[in-house]
């Protein structure tokens, strides 16, 4: 992973829901302050380090993540809101992702779980446990980084 490379598709991610492609786009999740809190990663990273970053905003946001195709856009929101309940729980040992597990492999094993994955380790709140789900692609006006 490259911070040049994160820094660059940040830049890409807040012009384009600024004034580009996107920017007419509804995003899904609400931060409790009425906010639309966002974080992006690139699919080489780390699947921890994206997890660090969720827990440093708050546990739920609107998640761009850049891969050599195609922009995805993930909702990680409250289990409470999450209507139907999610898939899979990524908590418990046995389904726990290995270290080596990378943002990428974490796409590719929501897109088969439709209702979503249970993170609770973001939140921070045992008792409010995020759920990604709803991913999708997005497109941009500009390209995004090399």
């Known amino acids: 992973m490259s911070e040049v490379q994160l820094d660059e598709f940040r830049r890409v991610v807040n012009w384009n829901l600024a004034c580009g492609s996107i920017a007419d786009l509804d995003l899904p999740v609400t931060g409790d302050d009425g906010g639309y809190p966002v974080v992006v990663a690139l699919d ?48 418990s040992p046995p389904e726990r992702p290995g270290a080596n597990a990378t943002v990428g492999m974490f796409l590719d094993y929501l897109a088969q779980c439709p209702r979503g994955v249970v993170l609770s380790l973001v939140s921070g709140d045992a008792a409010r446990p995020a759920v990604a789900r709803d991913a999708r692609t997005v497109d941009f006006a500009i390209a995004t980084p090399a």
Do not use: M, Q, T, Y
């Open 44 to 91: 080489s990273e780390p699947l921890h380090v994206l997890l660090g970053r969720l827990r440093a905003a708050g546990g739920f946001a609107n998640l761009f993540v850049w891969s050599e195709k195609h922009v995805h856009l993930v909702s990680v929101i409250d289990n409470r809101c999450a209507i139907p309940e999610a898939d899979d729980d990524l908590s």
